[in-house]
């Protein structure tokens, strides 16, 4: 097949590799001419321009940039596309987006790898991220169902975990899983810079190990990223921000009433529920 991205970024990258490795070929679009000429250097793509007329008669077209330039980029590619090529994106949120942009082009499908690193950037590409990843199909009713089997079809030849649900699922459940940790991580890395005491903040900062690396991790990622889930898919994420806000003033009720019988009993539940969840 002939692919087309738009974004040479770290995820744009990533496809780019998986796809040329599977043997179909690789065009793409970077805003600058040295992004081009590296993602060439790097095997990413077969060939790369700034000029998304490259892109005529591909057969899929994936968006690969920043959530905010997603519906802007398919505006300006689509006197470029062919009648027949299937759009998709990989946005991190799915609700705003795949209305804006079925309405500019019909034959655009909604997806999501869900797969990701803490560094960004074509740099950081790497073949096989999304093997044994979850990668999300979002399909609306009027969705032409030949251009979901493209997407499924390549999505399953990454060795990617391929699933289908409604936008506003996608948004309400990533809302959970992914945007609400980075919010949650994010504030506990706040409220331990509010440590007063210069020694005290030195003495955790060494005792920082494994517990304190997974729980910082995801508040610690890609600041752009972040802001952008929250952003377009502020809704559902403020739901789950209170959720959350009640569930940790009962914990800190708990503890400040000494309840230990109840803290335990949250917290075996918890170790229990966990492993299920996952
Ligand atoms: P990234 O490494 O920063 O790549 C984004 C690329 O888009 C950059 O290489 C940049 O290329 C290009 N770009 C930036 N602004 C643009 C604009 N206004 N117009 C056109 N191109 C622009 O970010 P990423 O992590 O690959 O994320 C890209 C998309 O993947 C996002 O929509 C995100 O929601 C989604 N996603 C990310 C992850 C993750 O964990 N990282 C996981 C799943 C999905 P130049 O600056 O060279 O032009």
């Not at 590296?38 to 790369?48: K, L, M, N, P, R």
């Not at 990701?116 to 609306?140: S, W």
């Not at 309400?172 to 899983?177: E, G, H, S």
């Not at 949250?266 to 996952?278: V, Y």
């Amino acid at each position: 097949m002939d692919i087309g991205i738009v974004g040479l970024g770290l995820i744009g990258g990533c496809l780019g590799l998986d796809y040329r490795a599977l043997g179909h070929r690789v065009y793409g679009v970077a805003r600058r001419e040295e992004t081009c000429t590296a993602a060439i250097a790097a095997g990413v793509v077969d060939q790369a321009s700034p000029d998304q007329a490259i892109l005529a008669g591909m057969d899929l077209v994936v968006i690969c940039t920043p959530i905010a330039a997603i519906v802007p980029t398919l505006t300006a590619l689509v006197p470029h596309l062919a009648p027949h090529t299937v759009v998709t994106d990989v946005g991190s949120v799915k609700g705003e987006i795949v209305a804006a942009a079925t309405a500019l082009w019909p034959r655009f499908v909604g997806g999501h790898p869900m797969a990701g690193k803490a560094e960004v950037g074509l740099a950081a590409a790497e073949l096989g991220l999304f093997r044994q990843r979850a990668y999300v199909i979002t399909p609306l009713p009027e969705t032409p169902p030949d251009g979901v089997d493209i997407l499924d079809g390549l999505a399953t030849s990454l060795g990617a975990i391929v699933l289908h649900c409604a936008p506003q699922a996608h948004d309400r459940a990533v809302a959970w899983i992914s945007h609400l940790p980075v919010m949650v991580s994010t504030s506990l890395i706040q409220a331990c810079l509010q440590e007063s005491d210069p020694m005290v903040q030195q003495l955790a900062q060494q005792l920082a190990s494994s517990g304190f690396c997974d729980t910082s991790r995801v508040g610690g990622g890609n600041p752009e990223l972040g802001m952008m889930m929250a952003r377009y898919n502020q809704g559902e994420l403020l739901r789950s921000l209170r959720v959350y806000q009640n569930q940790l003033r009962a914990i800190a009720d708990l503890i400040e009433q000494g309840h230990w019988d109840s803290l335990e009993t949250l917290l075996q539940h918890s170790h229990d529920a966990r492993s299920k969840f996952l």
